[in-house]
């Protein structure tokens, strides 16, 4: 089953941040490499996920292990 | 540990710059020097505690960041013993860092300010038929929800009970209340300045108006033009190729500092930041004024436009038709003859005698009796007693209504101006004459000659009408090209072929069935009252179907297109500049070369933030 996460997170500010990010996503098993949208100004990381292989709290420690803090994270199923 | 020091980012950067501050008034006024290297070394380590993590951070997941190349220069400086420029640097870095954070959240102050305004809780009726505050996730399809006095309407929905006035600012970008009576539409995001209702909700979170209104504007100031993402994919080769030069220049002359330099001057920075810092700011700015833009893509093709498209009802035109002129026999009260008038066609729902009913809203109305239409001439009716014959002049004709040479004169001039004309008789005896015309909206003509001051070269006008009317409103308002007689899929031929013979198109319509021609132009506005919008098919929206918010539109995306532009020039020629001054001077090094790097990312966050306070109107 997908579903897709919208995840805030603190305000990103630096300019290499965006590939950081992408690329922490990229580097978790049950994320759609294609869906990944990191958005620098509303400062946002959306992704489409199966929910088999991954859950939303392994997404979101994925992104702070390399940093940067999750305020919140919302999941729909599409 | 790791999460710990960053959380702690700012002391930290605090204590960094502090010993470096000691450090300088040690060299020149304390110990003359003693405790400077202590401090320097201390400076230095505290410094580069945090970006070291988080270079660590990205090399776990393979990237070669920023931090990369400034930890490694860093190291590089305490290997070669140049304290002073390791403490340098690092503070430099981490200090440059808040002040783009908050010069950055200032660029981003419009659309926030939008985004917040979407309500979060509601007051929802539950099974025991009282309303409890819930969270607006909980909040579906036809449930009741209770909306008081300076609360904000949670969904798009009907007023079952009560009335209030509401102001609808969020959704039409201007702040006038609207009267709310049970079965008005009300929207998400709106406040109730004043009374209390219940409503059924229709639409909730992001299919409401405003829902849409927030996705639309959160998109685009994220959206990328494909120069954007030829820097993107430009930059995540840069940093590696940076450090891989630094490697060389390392190993070729044997200079670390002069390597680890090199590793300094290369930090991209202003080329990354600079495009999306000034898209986001006019893109913010436009919506603060009601004007939606889709995105980075449409402020380029938007700036180039050359030629604009207009569709004429509801575009140029206001789109409710009115009584224009009035012509009347001498012999008969006129306001007798008006009240008669309105009261007939108070009763029929044909077009015209709507817009005969809106222009005279407030008229005395007499009884009517034996109403009779008659099929594709107009009514017969009774009035005080008078026997009233109203219709077109075919009508007038069969019921031999004599017309006076004049009359016969001023109706064919008034029909040759575009106006549609209603004859009405009183006891057979000629009454009223009315030209009934959509008006064209106040103001076009000054806003189609700032459009031209733009750089506009043709304002065509595509029409469904009759050649007849499009013709006399392209001589009004002077348009170089006006076609009449126009279905929807033959307006976007029409555009097809004005694109074949080179020119940037804009199409400006209503968004209500001009789906083809928003689609097939360069770029597609529709002028929306922001509840039944075009949204998805449209690259700009106007809220409000506000016209004189076209020039300003063009202006905005002129000013950020350069503004984009003058980042860019900006930051190439930072870099070319310090690279120059590697080669060719021997003035430059690690900390200015950082300087100038955070500078230059400073500078172009400012340049972007004049775009906030870019004045619209002229």
């Not at chain 2, 000013?559 to 020629?573: D, E, F, K």
Request: hydrophobic fraction near 45%; aromatic fraction near 6%.
């Amino acid at each position: 089953m997908m579903k897709k996460a919208v995840i805030n997170l603190e305000e990103l500010a630096c300019p290499t941040c965006m590939q950081k990010i992408e690329a922490a996503a990229a580097s978790v098993k049950g994320i759609d490499k294609s869906s990944i949208k990191v958005m620098f100004n509303a400062s946002k990381l959306k992704v489409n996920f199966n929910e088999k292989e991954v859950t939303i709290e392994g997404i979101e420690k994925a992104i702070e292990d390399i940093g940067y803090p999750v305020i919140k994270a919302k999941v729909v199923t599409i | 540990m790791q999460k710990y020091i960053l959380a702690h980012k700012k002391e930290l950067t605090v204590i960094n710059g502090s010993l470096l501050l000691l450090a300088l008034l040690d060299h020149f006024f304390l110990t003359q020097g003693k405790i400077v290297p202590f401090a320097l070394i201390l400076s230095g380590i505290v410094g580069v505690l945090p970006i070291a993590i988080q270079a660590y951070q990205s090399l776990k997941v393979k990237i070669v960041s920023i931090d990369v190349l400034v930890t490694i220069a860093v190291f590089g400086a305490f290997f070669v013993q140049s304290y002073e420029e390791a403490a340098v640097v690092t503070f430099l870095f981490l200090a440059g860092h808040f002040l783009e954070q908050a010069t950055l959240s200032k660029t981003r102050k419009a659309i926030k300010a939008l985004t917040e305004m979407a309500p979060e809780v509601s007051l929802k009726k539950n099974q025991a038929d009282q309303f409890e505050e819930v969270p607006i996730d909980e909040v579906h399809e036809g449930d009741i929800l209770l909306v008081k006095t300076g609360g904000k309407v949670p969904v798009d929905g009907k007023v079952l009970t009560g009335s209030g006035y509401v102001n609808e600012a969020s959704i039409t970008g201007e702040s006038k209340t609207a009267n709310k009576q049970i079965g008005s539409a009300v929207y998400a995001g709106t406040i109730l300045e004043n009374g209390t209702f219940q409503l059924q909700a229709e639409r909730v979170g992001e299919d409401s108006a405003f829902g849409k209104i927030i996705e639309l504007v959160e998109e685009a100031q994220d959206s990328k033009s494909s120069a954007e993402r030829f820097i993107d994919k430009f930059s995540k080769y840069y940093t590696p190729v940076v450090l891989l030069l630094a490697i060389i220049v390392g190993l070729i002359t044997k200079d670390i500092e002069l390597a680890v330099t090199v590793l300094v001057l290369g930090c991209p920075g202003a080329l990354v930041i600079g495009i999306p810092v000034s898209n986001v700011a006019g893109i913010g700015n436009g919506a603060k004024h009601g004007i939606l833009l889709k995105g980075s893509e449409t402020i380029q093709d938007f700036s180039k436009v050359d030629t604009m498209v207009f569709d004429k009802t509801g575009t140029l035109t206001v789109g409710a038709p009115r009584v224009n002129k009035v012509i009347s026999n001498p012999e008969i009260n006129e306001n007798k003859a008006i009240s008669t008038l309105v009261s007939i066609e108070a009763e029929s729902d044909h077009p015209l005698a709507q817009a005969v009913v809106k222009t005279y809203p407030d008229t005395l109305k007499y009884p009517v009796t034996q109403t009779q239409v008659i099929k594709g001439g107009g009514i017969t009716a009774t009035v005080n007693g008078n026997k009233v014959t109203l219709g077109n002049l075919q009508l007038i004709k069969t019921n031999k209504i004599k017309l006076r040479p004049e009359e016969i004169a001023q109706s064919k001039g008034l029909e040759a101006e575009g106006n549609s004309l209603i004859f009405m008789a009183i006891n057979n005896q000629l009454a009223l004459i009315l030209g009934i015309k959509d008006q064209l909206r106040p103001n076009v003509k000054n806003e189609l000659a700032s459009l031209k001051k733009l750089g506009v070269k043709n304002l065509v006008l595509l029409s469904g009408d009759n050649q007849g009317t499009v013709d006399q409103i392209a001589q009004q308002l002077s348009l170089t090209e006006a076609k009449g007689n126009m279905l929807p899929e033959d307006k976007a031929m029409y555009i097809k072929k004005l694109q074949e013979e080179g020119k940037n198109v804009t199409f400006v319509g209503d968004g209500v069935n001009d789906s083809p021609s928003l689609a097939t132009a360069n770029t597609g506005i529709a002028m929306g009252n922001g509840t039944d919008v075009a949204i998805e098919t449209s690259d700009i929206v106007l809220l409000n179907s506000d016209f004189s918010r076209l020039a300003p539109a063009l202006r905005l995306v002129k000013s950020t297109r350069h503004n984009m532009l003058q980042n860019i020039v900006i930051a190439v020629g930072v870099v070319l500049f310090l690279l120059s001054s590697l080669l060719f001077s021997n003035w430059i090094n690690m900390g200015i070369g950082m300087f100038v790097h955070e500078a230059s990312i400073i500078v172009v966050i400012l340049n972007a933030l004049r775009l906030l306070n870019h004045r619209l109107k002229r």
